[in-house]
Nanobody, 123 residues
Framework: QVQLVASGGGLVQAGGSLRLSCAAS????????MGWFRQTPGKERDFVAA????????KYASSLKGRFTISRDNTENTVYLQMTSLKPEDTAVYYC????????????????WGQGTQVTVSS
């Protein structure tokens, strides 16, 4: 079992930046792929970014590449999502997830989920 706790969300003006964190605990000895997804009310959970165990391979939603950066610190069992040039349409609950499928982009590729952190971007 892996427990994930996401943090770092908040209210930011358009054009601003935020860094989300996701701390993992429990069975962190497995080489989990870590991902970020986001969801707005009434919509499906959308893929944002994923990173492999080593941190050397990353994948992004095409619409977000260049503004968002995923990284991880395995010594701290933490994955980060640096978000820049934020837009009102980035407003969502952001979820981190852990799984063993290589850089999965759909929710079912992941086995463990954090509780979500709200990001609100004002215009």
């Amino acid at each position: 079992q892996v427990q994930l706790v996401a943090s770092g969300g908040g209210l930011v003006q358009a054009g601003g930046s935020l860094r989300l964190s996701c701390a993992a605990s429990g069975r962190t000895d497995s080489r989990y792929v870590m991902g970020w997804f986001r969801q707005t009310p009434g919509k499906e959970r959308d893929f944002v970014a994923a990173i492999d165990w080593s941190g050397g391979i990353r994948k992004y939603a095409s619409s977000l590449k260049g503004r968002f950066t995923i990284s991880r610190d395995n010594t701290e069992n933490t994955v980060y999502l640096q978000m820049t040039s934020l837009k009102p349409e980035d407003t969502a609950v952001y979820y981190c997830a852990a799984g063993l499928k290589a850089l999965g982009t759909i929710p079912s590729d992941y086995d463990y989920w954090g509780q979500g952190t709200q990001v609100t971007v004002s215009s």
